[in-house]
């Protein structure tokens, strides 16, 4: 109890001095492996359920309880607001390890709470695949493009797609790596004909004809993409805002004709 104490108040400095949400993903000893706890420091006021809960339920999980309390800091201009959420996640889903996942989620959620990540179904790949939030925006900015290609699935369709076959959706992460990671040099061509390789493996076991063909589709531009500034920073160090990728039109499956040369295609919530 007092290290979790220690723990709360080393959140709540932070708040202090940020003037921004800090969240802690944890379980408890004891507590069923389909559960684990949230807690949400927000300066000011108390947040809104409202706005909370849709964010929660993209990640796949559901709300069992929520306590909010209040702190407030001596000499601090304004409060803190402490909620602590009880979360549960279907078994059927697998078990979650909360070291894996807690800084993948934790910073997802936070992106998505000041409108730099877009809130949809494919952050349940944040928990159920191990990928980071820039992670899944290489997917989304497929999933952005297909619909350009007159794609004739939904968006909600081809998310699904992914996040029911989350190993899957990891491996095409993977090509995408293999391929324009520039640490990987000469190596590229070879470790992205392995990636595929097992992708190759992996689709043999997908039963839905209409979801092989989704996450075919994804192979596919992942091998027709040339160029991108997925792996620029900032100056700061941080990933860009947006994620461009030059693309060889000419090797797109089901490309609407006339098919140009090449097209460079630019995503971010912004652009959205």
Same mark, same amino acid.
């Given at each position: 109890?007092?290290?979790?104490?220690?723990?709360? #108040?080393?959140?709540?400095?932070?708040?202090?001095?940020?003037?921004?949400?800090?969240?802690?993903?944890?379980?408890?000893?004891?507590? %069923?492996?389909?559960?684990?706890?949230?807690? /949400?420091?927000?300066?000011?006021?108390? #947040?809104?359920?409202?706005?909370?809960?849709?964010?929660?339920?993209?990640?796949?999980?559901? +709300?069992?309880?929520?306590?909010? !309390?209040?702190?407030?800091?001596?000499?601090?201009?304004?409060?803190?607001?402490?909620?602590? @959420?009880?979360?549960?996640? =279907? &078994?059927?889903?697998?078990?979650?390890? #909360?070291?894996? +996942?807690? =800084?993948? !989620?934790?910073?997802?959620?936070?992106?998505?709470?000041?409108?730099?990540?877009?809130? %949809?179904?494919?952050?349940?790949? +944040?928990?159920?695949?191990?990928?980071?939030?820039?992670?899944?925006? /290489?997917?989304?900015?497929?999933?952005?493009?297909?619909?350009?290609?007159?794609?004739? @699935?939904?968006?909600?369709?081809?998310?699904?797609?992914?996040?029911?076959?989350?190993?899957?959706?990891?491996?095409?992460? %993977?090509? @995408?790596?293999?391929?324009?990671?520039?640490?990987?040099?000469?190596? &590229?061509?070879?470790?992205?004909?392995?990636?595929?390789?097992?992708?190759?493996? &992996?689709?043999? &076991? +997908?039963?839905?004809?209409?979801?092989?063909? /989704?996450?075919?589709? @994804?192979?596919?531009?992942?091998?027709?993409?040339?160029?991108?500034?997925?792996?620029?920073?900032?100056? %700061?160090?941080?990933?860009?805002?947006y994620l461009s990728m030059k693309l060889d039109c000419q090797t797109i499956k089901d490309l609407p004709l006339p098919a140009p040369y090449r097209e460079t295609f630019v995503y971010s919530p912004r652009v959205e």
């Open positions: 109890v007092y290290k979790r104490q220690v723990f709360d #108040i080393g959140k709540i400095e932070t708040v202090l001095s940020s003037g921004q949400i800090q969240l802690d993903l944890y379980r408890p000893e004891n507590m %069923d492996q389909s559960r684990f706890r949230l807690k /949400i420091y927000n300066p000011g006021s108390p #947040i809104t359920l409202s706005d909370v809960l849709p964010i929660l339920e993209n990640f796949g999980l559901r +709300v069992i309880a929520e306590l909010p !309390f209040e702190i407030n800091p001596e000499d601090a201009k304004e409060g803190i607001w402490i909620h602590d @959420f009880l979360l549960e996640r =279907p &078994a059927r889903h697998g078990t979650i390890h #909360i070291k894996d +996942v807690k =800084p993948h !989620f934790e910073k997802a959620f936070t992106k998505i709470w000041y409108n730099s990540l877009e809130n %949809d179904g494919l952050n349940r790949l +944040v928990l159920t695949a191990a990928l980071n939030w820039h992670e899944t925006t /290489i997917l989304r900015s497929y999933i952005r493009y297909l619909k350009q290609l007159r794609f004739p @699935f939904s968006r909600a369709y081809v998310e699904a797609a992914l996040y029911k076959n989350p190993k899957i959706a990891h491996m095409i992460v %993977d090509l @995408f790596k293999a391929f324009h990671n520039p640490e990987n040099g000469k190596n &590229a061509d070879d470790l992205a004909a392995k990636c595929a390789s097992s992708i190759d493996r &992996a689709l043999e &076991a +997908v039963d839905s004809l209409d979801e092989d063909r /989704i996450l075919r589709a @994804f192979v596919n531009l992942v091998e027709t993409t040339l160029r991108t500034n997925y792996f620029q920073r900032q100056e %700061d160090g941080s990933a860009k805002p």
